[in-house]
Protein backbone atom coordinates (compact mmCIF):
# COMPACT_ATOMS: atom_id res chain seq x y z
CA UNK A 1 0.00 0.00 0.00
CA UNK A 2 1.28 3.21 -0.94
CA UNK A 3 2.45 5.73 2.09
CA UNK A 4 0.59 9.35 0.56
CA UNK A 5 -2.62 9.92 1.20
CA UNK A 6 -3.19 12.64 -1.56
CA UNK A 7 -0.43 12.71 -4.55
CA UNK A 8 -1.48 16.58 -6.57
CA UNK A 9 0.73 16.05 -9.60
CA UNK A 10 1.11 19.28 -12.10
CA UNK A 11 -2.67 20.62 -11.19
CA UNK A 12 -3.07 23.53 -13.04
CA UNK A 13 -7.27 24.95 -13.29
CA UNK A 14 -8.32 27.34 -15.58
CA UNK A 15 -11.05 29.40 -15.10
CA UNK A 16 -12.97 31.51 -18.53
CA UNK A 17 -14.23 35.14 -17.49
CA UNK A 18 -16.38 36.94 -19.66
CA UNK A 19 -16.33 40.66 -20.54
CA UNK A 20 -19.55 42.31 -21.01
CA UNK A 21 -23.72 40.67 -20.63
CA UNK A 22 -25.38 40.64 -23.84
CA UNK A 23 -28.63 39.37 -22.27
CA UNK A 24 -31.22 41.27 -24.78
CA UNK A 25 -31.40 41.19 -28.73
CA UNK A 26 -31.31 44.97 -28.45
CA UNK A 27 -27.98 43.96 -26.94
CA UNK A 28 -26.78 41.20 -29.41
CA UNK A 29 -28.03 43.40 -32.40
CA UNK A 30 -26.15 46.24 -31.71
CA UNK A 31 -22.98 44.49 -30.94
CA UNK A 32 -23.54 42.85 -34.57
CA UNK A 33 -24.05 39.36 -32.77
CA UNK A 34 -20.88 38.99 -31.66
CA UNK A 35 -19.52 36.54 -28.43
CA UNK A 36 -18.55 38.11 -25.45
CA UNK A 37 -15.04 38.29 -25.54
CA UNK A 38 -13.08 36.27 -22.71
CA UNK A 39 -10.46 36.13 -20.77
CA UNK A 40 -8.30 33.19 -19.37
CA UNK A 41 -8.24 32.84 -15.43
CA UNK A 42 -5.68 30.40 -14.26
CA UNK A 43 -6.59 29.51 -10.46
CA UNK A 44 -3.89 27.44 -9.82
CA UNK A 45 -0.06 26.63 -12.21
CA UNK A 46 1.28 23.51 -11.89
CA UNK A 47 0.58 22.48 -8.31
CA UNK A 48 1.90 19.38 -6.70
CA UNK A 49 2.10 18.22 -3.14
CA UNK A 50 2.18 15.24 -1.60
CA UNK A 51 0.55 14.34 2.04
CA UNK A 52 1.49 11.58 3.43
CA UNK A 53 -0.78 9.04 5.59
CA UNK A 54 -1.18 10.77 9.06
CA UNK A 55 0.31 13.92 8.44
CA UNK A 56 -1.76 17.22 9.15
CA UNK A 57 -0.38 19.91 6.51
CA UNK A 58 -1.95 23.69 6.49
CA UNK A 59 -2.40 25.72 3.72
CA UNK A 60 -1.74 29.63 3.66
CA UNK A 61 -2.48 32.55 1.47
CA UNK A 62 -4.22 35.37 0.79
CA UNK A 63 -7.54 35.84 -0.78
CA UNK A 64 -7.83 34.54 -4.17
CA UNK A 65 -4.69 32.36 -3.96
CA UNK A 66 -5.84 29.46 -5.08
CA UNK A 67 -6.47 27.91 -1.93
CA UNK A 68 -10.16 26.79 -1.67
CA UNK A 69 -10.02 25.63 -5.42
CA UNK A 70 -6.74 23.31 -4.39
CA UNK A 71 -9.06 21.84 -2.36
CA UNK A 72 -12.20 21.70 -4.01
CA UNK A 73 -9.80 19.84 -6.79
CA UNK A 74 -8.72 17.49 -4.33
CA UNK A 75 -12.25 16.81 -2.93
CA UNK A 76 -13.42 16.11 -7.04
CA UNK A 77 -16.03 19.46 -7.22
CA UNK A 78 -13.74 20.51 -9.59
CA UNK A 79 -11.77 18.70 -12.31
CA UNK A 80 -8.54 19.96 -12.92
CA UNK A 81 -7.76 21.77 -16.22
CA UNK A 82 -4.08 19.94 -16.44
CA UNK A 83 -2.67 17.45 -13.93
CA UNK A 84 -4.13 14.81 -11.76
CA UNK A 85 -5.13 14.14 -8.37
CA UNK A 86 -5.26 10.82 -6.06
CA UNK A 87 -6.44 10.26 -2.99
CA UNK A 88 -6.34 6.82 -1.06
CA UNK A 89 -8.78 6.39 1.31
CA UNK A 90 -12.45 7.87 2.47
CA UNK A 91 -12.33 11.44 2.35
CA UNK A 92 -14.20 13.67 3.85
CA UNK A 93 -14.34 17.78 2.68
CA UNK A 94 -15.87 20.56 4.72
CA UNK A 95 -15.30 23.22 2.06
CA UNK A 96 -17.62 25.94 2.99
CA UNK A 97 -20.32 27.09 4.62
CA UNK A 98 -23.55 25.74 3.82
CA UNK A 99 -21.66 23.19 1.34
CA UNK A 100 -23.77 20.45 0.43
CA UNK A 101 -27.25 21.64 2.28
CA UNK A 102 -30.47 21.83 0.72
CA UNK A 103 -32.12 25.10 2.90
CA UNK A 104 -35.66 23.79 2.62
CA UNK A 105 -34.98 21.16 4.02
CA UNK A 106 -34.54 20.01 7.60
CA UNK A 107 -31.50 19.18 9.74
CA UNK A 108 -32.24 15.90 9.95
CA UNK A 109 -32.74 15.44 6.69
CA UNK A 110 -29.38 17.02 5.62
CA UNK A 111 -27.42 14.59 7.72
CA UNK A 112 -29.35 11.99 5.74
CA UNK A 113 -28.18 14.01 2.69
CA UNK A 114 -24.48 15.21 3.28
CA UNK A 115 -23.87 11.71 4.59
CA UNK A 116 -25.09 10.16 1.05
CA UNK A 117 -22.67 12.23 -0.78
CA UNK A 118 -19.85 11.61 1.60
CA UNK A 119 -20.58 7.81 0.30
CA UNK A 120 -22.15 6.33 3.52
CA UNK A 121 -25.36 4.57 3.52
CA UNK A 122 -28.51 4.92 5.17
CA UNK A 123 -27.27 2.07 7.54
CA UNK A 124 -24.60 3.97 8.41
CA UNK A 125 -25.79 7.31 8.78
CA UNK A 126 -28.30 5.38 10.80
CA UNK A 127 -25.61 4.40 13.75
CA UNK A 128 -23.67 7.65 13.19
CA UNK A 129 -26.71 9.82 13.33
CA UNK A 130 -27.03 10.18 17.53
CA UNK A 131 -23.00 10.95 17.27
CA UNK A 132 -23.66 13.73 14.57
CA UNK A 133 -26.61 15.57 16.57
CA UNK A 134 -24.81 15.50 19.66
CA UNK A 135 -21.44 16.84 18.52
CA UNK A 136 -23.43 19.09 16.63
CA UNK A 137 -25.45 20.47 20.10
CA UNK A 138 -28.56 21.07 17.74
CA UNK A 139 -30.99 18.52 19.30
CA UNK A 140 -33.29 21.32 19.75
CA UNK A 141 -33.66 22.30 15.98
CA UNK A 142 -32.59 18.95 13.82
CA UNK A 143 -36.22 18.69 12.82
CA UNK A 144 -36.38 23.06 11.67
CA UNK A 145 -35.19 23.93 8.05
CA UNK A 146 -31.65 24.50 7.63
CA UNK A 147 -32.62 28.22 5.98
CA UNK A 148 -33.50 29.05 9.26
CA UNK A 149 -30.33 28.05 11.11
CA UNK A 150 -27.27 30.48 11.67
CA UNK A 151 -23.90 30.63 10.22
CA UNK A 152 -23.03 28.90 13.26
CA UNK A 153 -25.31 26.50 13.44
CA UNK A 154 -24.54 25.77 9.80
CA UNK A 155 -21.22 24.95 10.21
CA UNK A 156 -21.73 23.09 13.21
CA UNK A 157 -24.28 20.36 11.40
CA UNK A 158 -21.73 20.45 8.53
CA UNK A 159 -18.56 19.61 10.80
CA UNK A 160 -20.68 17.21 12.48
CA UNK A 161 -21.65 15.22 9.71
CA UNK A 162 -17.53 15.37 8.14
CA UNK A 163 -16.38 14.08 10.94
CA UNK A 164 -18.73 11.19 11.65
CA UNK A 165 -18.19 9.23 8.39
CA UNK A 166 -15.51 7.67 9.24
CA UNK A 167 -12.90 9.46 6.69
CA UNK A 168 -9.38 8.63 6.09
CA UNK A 169 -8.78 12.41 5.09
CA UNK A 170 -10.29 15.35 6.32
CA UNK A 171 -10.13 18.36 4.08
CA UNK A 172 -11.16 21.81 5.89
CA UNK A 173 -11.40 25.08 4.27
CA UNK A 174 -11.97 28.25 7.19
CA UNK A 175 -14.49 26.55 8.49
CA UNK A 176 -13.12 26.49 11.67
CA UNK A 177 -13.44 30.10 11.98
CA UNK A 178 -17.49 30.21 11.93
CA UNK A 179 -18.98 29.72 15.44
CA UNK A 180 -17.88 30.53 19.26
CA UNK A 181 -15.18 29.99 21.11
CA UNK A 182 -16.14 26.88 22.61
CA UNK A 183 -17.06 24.93 19.65
CA UNK A 184 -14.14 26.00 17.97
CA UNK A 185 -12.42 24.57 20.55
CA UNK A 186 -13.98 21.38 20.46
CA UNK A 187 -13.57 21.08 16.54
CA UNK A 188 -10.11 21.43 17.12
CA UNK A 189 -9.87 18.74 20.02
CA UNK A 190 -11.30 16.51 17.32
CA UNK A 191 -8.87 17.29 15.06
CA UNK A 192 -6.41 16.22 17.05
CA UNK A 193 -8.40 13.41 18.38
CA UNK A 194 -7.58 12.44 14.22
CA UNK A 195 -4.17 12.94 14.59
CA UNK A 196 -3.65 10.99 17.44
CA UNK A 197 -5.93 8.27 15.50
CA UNK A 198 -3.32 8.71 12.27
CA UNK A 199 -5.67 9.95 9.86
CA UNK A 200 -4.50 12.82 6.81
CA UNK A 201 -5.64 16.07 7.72
CA UNK A 202 -5.72 18.86 5.10
CA UNK A 203 -6.23 22.33 6.81
CA UNK A 204 -7.17 25.86 4.65
CA UNK A 205 -6.68 28.62 7.70
CA UNK A 206 -5.75 32.61 7.92
CA UNK A 207 -4.62 31.91 11.19
CA UNK A 208 -0.51 31.31 11.07
CA UNK A 209 -0.60 30.91 14.47
CA UNK A 210 -2.89 27.35 14.41
CA UNK A 211 -1.36 25.94 11.56
CA UNK A 212 2.00 26.29 13.69
CA UNK A 213 -0.16 24.70 16.97
CA UNK A 214 -1.48 21.77 15.39
CA UNK A 215 0.27 21.14 11.90
CA UNK A 216 2.93 19.07 10.88
CA UNK A 217 4.24 20.95 7.70
CA UNK A 218 2.91 24.57 6.29
CA UNK A 219 2.95 25.25 2.38
CA UNK A 220 1.67 28.79 1.13
CA UNK A 221 0.03 29.74 -2.19
CA UNK A 222 0.59 32.69 -4.03
CA UNK A 223 -1.14 33.67 -6.93
CA UNK A 224 -2.14 30.14 -7.77
CA UNK A 225 1.59 28.80 -7.43
CA UNK A 226 2.84 27.04 -4.61
CA UNK A 227 5.62 29.35 -3.22
CA UNK A 228 6.71 27.57 0.23
CA UNK A 229 6.84 24.24 2.11
CA UNK A 230 8.44 23.02 4.61
CA UNK A 231 7.91 23.06 8.86
CA UNK A 232 5.12 25.35 10.14
CA UNK A 233 7.25 27.90 11.53
CA UNK A 234 9.38 28.75 8.43
CA UNK A 235 5.87 28.59 6.17
CA UNK A 236 4.23 30.93 9.08
CA UNK A 237 7.38 33.46 8.96
CA UNK A 238 7.17 33.35 4.71
CA UNK A 239 3.72 33.84 4.33
CA UNK A 240 3.64 37.04 6.71
CA UNK A 241 6.56 38.45 4.82
CA UNK A 242 4.57 37.87 1.53
CA UNK A 243 1.81 39.55 2.57
CA UNK A 244 3.19 42.22 3.90
CA UNK A 245 5.15 42.37 0.60
CA UNK A 246 2.41 41.39 -1.99
CA UNK A 247 0.27 44.52 0.24
CA UNK A 248 3.22 47.03 -0.31
CA UNK A 249 4.39 45.71 -2.92
CA UNK A 250 7.60 46.06 -1.38
CA UNK A 251 10.18 43.37 0.27
CA UNK A 252 10.66 43.57 3.49
CA UNK A 253 14.22 43.15 4.19
CA UNK A 254 15.99 40.37 7.01
CA UNK A 255 17.77 42.13 9.78
CA UNK A 256 21.16 42.95 10.73
CA UNK A 257 22.43 42.18 14.11
CA UNK A 258 24.34 44.43 15.28
CA UNK A 259 25.45 45.63 19.15
CA UNK A 260 24.50 49.27 20.05
CA UNK A 261 26.10 50.72 23.24
CA UNK A 262 23.52 51.58 25.74
CA UNK A 263 22.66 55.57 26.19
CA UNK A 264 22.83 56.85 28.87
CA UNK A 265 19.67 57.13 31.36
CA UNK A 266 18.60 54.06 29.07
CA UNK A 267 17.28 51.00 31.55
CA UNK A 268 20.84 48.74 30.75
CA UNK A 269 22.11 46.51 27.25
CA UNK A 270 20.73 47.76 24.18
CA UNK A 271 20.56 46.02 21.06
CA UNK A 272 19.72 46.41 17.89
CA UNK A 273 18.00 42.79 16.99
CA UNK A 274 15.84 44.00 14.10
CA UNK A 275 17.01 46.66 11.43
CA UNK A 276 13.29 46.53 9.35
CA UNK A 277 13.64 50.01 7.48
CA UNK A 278 12.71 49.28 4.19
CA UNK A 279 10.75 52.70 2.92
CA UNK A 280 13.43 54.28 1.10
CA UNK A 281 13.46 57.78 -0.66
CA UNK A 282 10.81 56.40 -3.38
CA UNK A 283 8.07 55.21 -1.10
CA UNK A 284 4.61 56.41 -2.02
CA UNK A 285 1.68 56.34 0.63
CA UNK A 286 0.42 53.12 1.10
CA UNK A 287 -3.37 52.75 2.24
CA UNK A 288 -2.81 48.90 2.83
CA UNK A 289 -0.05 49.62 4.88
CA UNK A 290 -0.02 53.29 6.73
CA UNK A 291 2.19 52.20 9.11
CA UNK A 292 5.58 50.39 9.37
CA UNK A 293 8.35 49.07 10.92
CA UNK A 294 11.62 50.51 10.68
CA UNK A 295 14.00 48.14 13.73
CA UNK A 296 13.49 47.05 17.08
CA UNK A 297 15.88 46.49 19.80
CA UNK A 298 15.78 44.88 23.03
CA UNK A 299 16.79 46.66 26.44
CA UNK A 300 17.94 44.85 29.43
CA UNK A 301 17.75 46.23 33.10
CA UNK A 302 20.85 44.30 34.93
CA UNK A 303 24.29 43.83 34.30
CA UNK A 304 25.21 45.35 31.24
CA UNK A 305 28.88 43.27 31.04
CA UNK A 306 27.12 40.09 30.16
CA UNK A 307 25.29 39.05 26.96
CA UNK A 308 22.26 37.30 28.62
CA UNK A 309 19.42 38.51 31.37
CA UNK A 310 18.58 36.85 34.88
CA UNK A 311 15.42 35.98 35.82
CA UNK A 312 13.67 38.26 38.14
CA UNK A 313 15.55 41.26 35.42
CA UNK A 314 13.05 43.85 33.29
CA UNK A 315 13.22 43.79 29.31
CA UNK A 316 11.98 46.44 27.31
CA UNK A 317 11.16 46.08 23.28
CA UNK A 318 11.68 49.36 21.22
CA UNK A 319 9.74 49.17 18.36
CA UNK A 320 10.68 52.18 16.24
CA UNK A 321 7.84 52.53 13.41
CA UNK A 322 7.05 55.40 10.82
CA UNK A 323 3.55 56.41 9.64
CA UNK A 324 2.85 57.87 6.54
CA UNK A 325 -0.05 59.98 7.32
CA UNK A 326 -2.02 60.13 10.61
CA UNK A 327 -3.88 56.82 11.75
CA UNK A 328 -5.45 56.01 14.47
CA UNK A 329 -6.02 53.14 16.83
CA UNK A 330 -2.66 50.95 16.02
CA UNK A 331 -2.19 47.90 17.49
CA UNK A 332 1.01 46.92 18.41
CA UNK A 333 1.47 43.16 19.39
CA UNK A 334 4.12 40.87 20.70
CA UNK A 335 5.06 36.94 20.29
CA UNK A 336 7.64 35.71 22.76
CA UNK A 337 8.78 31.83 21.64
CA UNK A 338 10.80 29.55 22.93
CA UNK A 339 13.61 28.32 21.32
CA UNK A 340 11.61 25.53 19.60
CA UNK A 341 9.06 28.26 18.14
CA UNK A 342 6.23 27.00 20.51
CA UNK A 343 4.34 30.93 22.12
CA UNK A 344 5.14 31.43 25.39
CA UNK A 345 3.24 34.64 25.34
CA UNK A 346 1.15 36.76 23.20
CA UNK A 347 0.02 40.45 24.20
CA UNK A 348 -1.09 43.60 21.97
CA UNK A 349 -1.65 47.27 23.22
CA UNK A 350 -5.12 46.58 22.77
CA UNK A 351 -5.35 43.97 25.05
CA UNK A 352 -3.09 45.60 27.63
CA UNK A 353 -5.30 48.71 26.88
CA UNK A 354 -2.86 51.39 25.44
CA UNK A 355 -4.87 52.99 22.63
CA UNK A 356 -2.08 54.78 20.18
CA UNK A 357 -3.07 56.98 17.72
CA UNK A 358 0.07 57.24 15.18
CA UNK A 359 1.23 60.56 13.70
CA UNK A 360 2.98 61.33 10.44
CA UNK A 361 6.71 60.42 10.77
CA UNK A 362 8.62 58.22 12.89
CA UNK A 363 7.74 57.12 16.13
CA UNK A 364 9.19 54.33 18.97
CA UNK A 365 6.63 52.23 21.09
CA UNK A 366 7.76 50.18 24.18
CA UNK A 367 6.61 47.00 25.52
CA UNK A 368 7.94 46.63 29.01
CA UNK A 369 8.48 42.77 30.54
CA UNK A 370 8.73 43.21 34.40
CA UNK A 371 10.29 40.88 36.55
CA UNK A 372 11.19 38.15 34.03
CA UNK A 373 9.34 34.94 35.05
CA UNK A 374 11.55 32.75 32.11
CA UNK A 375 14.26 30.42 33.40
CA UNK A 376 17.25 29.19 31.61
CA UNK A 377 16.96 29.29 28.07
CA UNK A 378 17.28 30.93 24.79
CA UNK A 379 14.03 32.93 23.58
CA UNK A 380 12.82 34.99 20.16
CA UNK A 381 10.05 37.66 19.92
CA UNK A 382 7.93 38.61 16.88
CA UNK A 383 6.46 42.27 16.35
CA UNK A 384 3.34 43.38 14.20
CA UNK A 385 1.31 46.24 13.66
CA UNK A 386 -2.22 46.36 12.76
CA UNK A 387 -5.26 47.82 12.60
CA UNK A 388 -8.07 47.34 15.43
CA UNK A 389 -10.32 45.65 13.08
CA UNK A 390 -7.21 43.14 12.02
CA UNK A 391 -5.85 44.77 9.22
CA UNK A 392 -2.30 43.49 8.75
CA UNK A 393 -0.01 46.60 8.50
CA UNK A 394 3.64 45.20 9.29
CA UNK A 395 4.75 41.60 10.57
CA UNK A 396 8.57 40.69 11.37
CA UNK A 397 8.43 36.88 12.21
CA UNK A 398 12.10 37.10 14.03
CA UNK A 399 12.47 40.49 15.32
CA UNK A 400 15.11 39.69 17.73
CA UNK A 401 16.06 36.77 20.68
CA UNK A 402 17.39 37.31 24.20
CA UNK A 403 18.92 35.02 26.70
CA UNK A 404 17.91 34.05 30.01
CA UNK A 405 20.22 33.01 32.87
CA UNK A 406 18.61 31.50 36.27
CA UNK A 407 21.01 32.54 39.35
CA UNK A 408 18.71 30.67 41.46
CA UNK A 409 18.17 26.28 41.94
CA UNK A 410 14.55 26.43 40.54
CA UNK A 411 13.97 23.95 37.94
CA UNK A 412 11.91 23.94 34.88
CA UNK A 413 10.65 26.37 32.68
CA UNK A 414 8.49 29.07 34.57
CA UNK A 415 9.86 30.83 37.96
CA UNK A 416 7.06 30.78 40.32
CA UNK A 417 7.15 32.18 44.16
CA UNK A 418 6.52 29.60 46.43
CA UNK A 419 5.75 29.67 50.16
CA UNK A 420 5.66 26.39 52.26
CA UNK A 421 4.63 25.95 55.52
CA UNK A 422 4.71 22.75 58.28
CA UNK A 423 1.21 22.64 60.10
CA UNK A 424 1.06 20.66 63.07
CA UNK A 425 -1.73 17.59 63.48
CA UNK A 426 -3.88 19.94 65.52
CA UNK A 427 -4.37 22.74 62.22
CA UNK A 428 -2.11 25.28 63.89
CA UNK A 429 1.10 26.40 62.35
CA UNK A 430 4.33 24.85 63.83
CA UNK A 431 6.81 26.65 61.85
CA UNK A 432 6.25 30.15 59.73
CA UNK A 433 5.87 30.49 56.56
CA UNK A 434 9.11 29.09 54.80
CA UNK A 435 9.51 30.67 51.04
CA UNK A 436 11.49 28.50 48.63
CA UNK A 437 14.90 30.08 47.34
CA UNK A 438 14.62 31.43 44.13
Known amino acids: MSEFAVDVRGVSKRFRLAHGQYNTVKERIIHGGRRKATEDFWALSDVSLTVQQGETVGILGRNGSGKSTLLKCICGVLQPTKGEVAVHGKLAGLLELGAGFQMDLTGRENIYLNGSLLGMSKREVDRAFDAIVDFSELEGFIDGPV ?104 AVVDPAVVAVPATPGSLGSLDAVGSLDSLGADASPDTERP ?16 PYMRTGDDLTIRVEFEALYPTEDVVFSLEIRSEGGDILMRTDTSIIGTQIDAQPGTGVMHFGIVDMPLLDGSFTFAVGIQSRSGILYDWKETAGSFEVMNPGRATGSVHMKVHAALISSEGAAATGALAQPS
Open 147 to 250: KFYSSGMTVRLGFAVAVNVDPDVLVIDEVLAVGDERFQRKCLDRVKQFQQEGRTILLVTHSPDQVRAICDRGIVLSHGNLVAEGEPGEATRIFRERLMAEGGGM
Open 291 to 306: VRLRSVHRVYSGDNAV
